[in-house]
């Protein structure tokens, strides 16, 4: 058996037909707003919608597929949001480049508390995260000369784009996101990531350096974390530090990706649509029941279907006879590498029975 | 020096209530491994029973502290039934458990909102603003009697832990629940009991911390990190290791003000943590067993 290195070919986990499903949809929601008759107010929606879908990607990167559950990503949108709004205000740049400003800062900035906060494990990484955001928001807030204190700043409405353009903007970002999610889920660094997540030190046994690929994602995710930060600003054209950086916010990614499901692709986004549908549809009259509302949700979800909507839609289509490959319910809220084990078994006695086995029918009666 | 010296004084005293904040999460965490991440939504829910019972019935704060402990040793007792138990133990519970105390968490503070509105509350005793003289200097009363009545507590719950067959049996628990039921003990219901108890010591916290501090229902946030940070420090579980990380962290926040804006005290700390985590992952003890 020789080592040879594996000859130059599309990577396995691109199949033809994920690839096509991927840019039929795109194209259909690229186009859905000049083909449908659709009203200003849900344009809006969907376009911002767009952007919570990017951020519970990113978030779930580091929160699902690592298992390093962050309460700070409130930080790097912020900080995305107020580069970006300063780079456009003061520097004068386009919106485009003051995104990405944002995003490269929220990165590095990400990486700087990330790097030694990284090496904590689970709850212990977890609570650090509170600090960060904690810590990030008052200085945000005190430091007035950057992001306007408490009374935040303006974007200028000329020059950038409408609220009517930023649909497509928002939904390259949430394509690109769904890409990237995509690979990191199939790719060498989504096996690493996976074994990071089940065994720390069995996977640096293997090889995998633990400290450089949570770098890596953190670096990643509060990038595009932080440019969602920048579409936020321009999308509302005013921020302030209260907002951009509430616990709140930080609450909101967790709960986009845990109600679609933690580690899942599909079910972060699926999540964010569902996020957005609560907060605008249920809330807006019930708004002193938000976060009841959701803490009760994150409790009903980790109780019975740790997989969230992710896990029903499993679930729902075990029941129709469809058996998922290995693989495919790999990197859930307790998961295995195995993938063969059912995600709703890891939820401990509490999750009720997925379905009763196969062989009960086939067995003697 | 004077300076100094009063700013020493006020971090001990700071540091009494901190302890007592801070036991309960480790009692929790050391024989369930779980982290209440509810405990701050506990310590903030606390504070409004107190508030309730002075403003309604004019109970002293001081005076609603046993009604506190049995009240949230209850609600602890219901939350480990009703929602802990039925989760996996080990890692792959870990994220499970932080975010559904997390969901309970949420829960509490929206009933707070519902019931009390988000405007900031305190509780105003005729003696709220006595001093008491320590060494030359004077100090808000309320501060001492936190002080005295968290060091009562700490020593109340050092004698149950090693006294009595209960305490003895979570001690036993926390480091090895197999060996337990091999020799009789009701694992299932010391877990009920630790969590009971680490809760309503959370309320006593919450208490304590309505006689020092405005509160809203966000309040317990940065009481949470406050408390992890301490467990960290200490090792999880020691009364010693407790205190002495609830110094650490007086001390380092009382004198931050030396260094940096008085804003960022709470940011103190993460950075403590991050520090300590990085130099020494077992805690300044470097113990992480409840002994």
């Known amino acids: 058996m020789s080592l040879a290195t594996p000859r130059v070919r599309a990577p396995a986990w691109l199949s033809g037909r994920v690839l096509l499903a991927f840019a039929a949809v795109v194209v259909l929601l690229w186009a859905a707003p000049l083909l449908l008759p659709m009203s200003e107010y849900t344009h809006n929606i969907v376009g911002l919608t767009f952007m919570y879908m990017a951020a519970a990607l990113a978030w779930n990167w580091l929160g699902g597929y690592v298992g390093q559950i962050s309460f700070g990503h409130s930080a790097m949108f912020g900080v995305g949001g107020f580069v970006a709004a300063r780079a456009m205000l003061s520097l004068g740049l386009p919106f485009w480049a003051g995104w990405l400003a944002g995003g490269l800062i929220a990165g590095a900035y990400a990486l700087v508390w990330g790097h030694p906060t990284l090496r904590l494990r689970g709850p212990y990484f977890s609570i650090a995260t509170i600090g960060v955001g904690e810590a990030t928001r008052l200085v945000a807030t005190y430091w007035s000369g950057f992001t306007g204190g408490s009374s935040g700043l303006s974007l200028p409405l000329a020059g950038g784009p409408s609220k009517f353009q930023l649909y497509w903007y928002g939904l390259y970002l949430a394509a690109g996101a769904v890409a990237l999610s995509y ?20 996977a640096g046994d293997l090889g995998v350096n633990a400290a450089k690929y949570q770098d890596i994602v953190l670096a990643l995710s509060g990038t595009v974390v932080g440019v969602c930060g920048g579409f936020y600003a321009s999308y509302q054209a005013f921020i302030d530090p209260q907002d951009m950086f509430s616990f709140d916010r930080a609450i909101s990614f967790i709960l986009m990706a845990v109600i ?48 969230g909507l992710a896990g029903l839609l499993l679930r729902a289509r075990r029941r129709f006879g469809w058996r998922p490959k290995p693989g495919v319910a790999a990197g859930g809220i307790g998961s295995t590498a195995a993938g063969a084990r059912l995600p709703g078994v890891t939820a401990g006695q509490a999750a009720p029975p997925v379905e009763p086995p196969a062989q009960a029918e086939s067995g003697p009666r | 020096m004077g300076e100094a010296l009063t700013l020493a004084i006020s971090a001990v005293l700071l540091a009494g209530f901190y302890a007592a904040m801070a036991y309960g999460l480790g009692l929790i965490y050391g024989v369930l491994r779980v982290v209440n991440v509810a405990h701050g939504g506990i ?41 802990v138990r039925f989760l996996p133990r080990g890692p792959a519970g870990a994220v499970q458990s932080l975010l559904l105390l997390f969901g309970v968490w949420l829960v509490l503070r929206n009933l707070a909102y519902l019931l009390f509105t988000g405007n900031d509350q305190a509780i105003r005793t005729r003696y709220a603003t006595s001093a008491v003289t320590i060494l030359g200097d004077s100090y808000s009363l309320n501060r001492v009697l936190v002080f005295g009545i968290s060091l009562v507590a700490l020593v109340a719950l050092h004698l149950f832990l090693t006294r009595t067959y209960w305490g003895k049996a979570i001690r036993a628990v926390a480091q090895n629940p197999e060996s337990c039921t091999l020799v009789g003990i009701d694992v299932e219901r010391v877990y009920v009991l630790t969590f009971g108890l680490g809760t309503a010591l959370a309320g006593l916290a919450g208490v304590l911390a309505s006689t020092l501090f405005g509160f809203n229902p966000t309040f317990g ?47 103190v700390g993460f950075v403590l943590l991050v520090v300590v985590l990085v130099l020494r992952p077992g805690g300044l003890l470097g113990q992480r067993v409840l002994r």
């Open chain 1, 260 to 307: 679609g499901g933690l580690g899942t692709v599909l079910g972060a986004a699926m999540g964010a649509i569902v996020f957005v549908i609560i907060q605008e549809f249920l809330l807006a009259s019930y708004s002193q029941l938000y976060l009841g509302l959701y803490g009760i949700l994150l409790v009903l979800i980790i109780l019975f279907e740790p997989l």
């Open chain 1, 183 to 202: 690979w990191l889920r199939r790719s060498r660094v989504g096996l690493a990531l996976l074994a990071i997540k089940e065994d720390v030190e069995a």
């Open chain 2, 221 to 267: 946030a940065t009481e949470l990190l406050r408390s992890f940070v301490i467990i960290v420090l200490g090792g999880l579980g020691s009364v010693v290791g407790i205190a002495l990380g609830a110094a650490v962290l007086a001390f380092a926040e009382v004198f931050s003000i030396y260094v940096v804006p008085s804003y960022l005290t709470s940011a």
């Open chain 2, 43 to 83: 310590l903030m829910a606390a504070a409004y029973l107190a508030w309730q019972l002075f403003t309604r019935f004019h109970v002293d704060p001081y005076l609603s502290i046993p009604v506190a402990l049995v009240v949230f040793f209850v609600v602890g007792a219901a939350i480990y039934r009703l929602l």
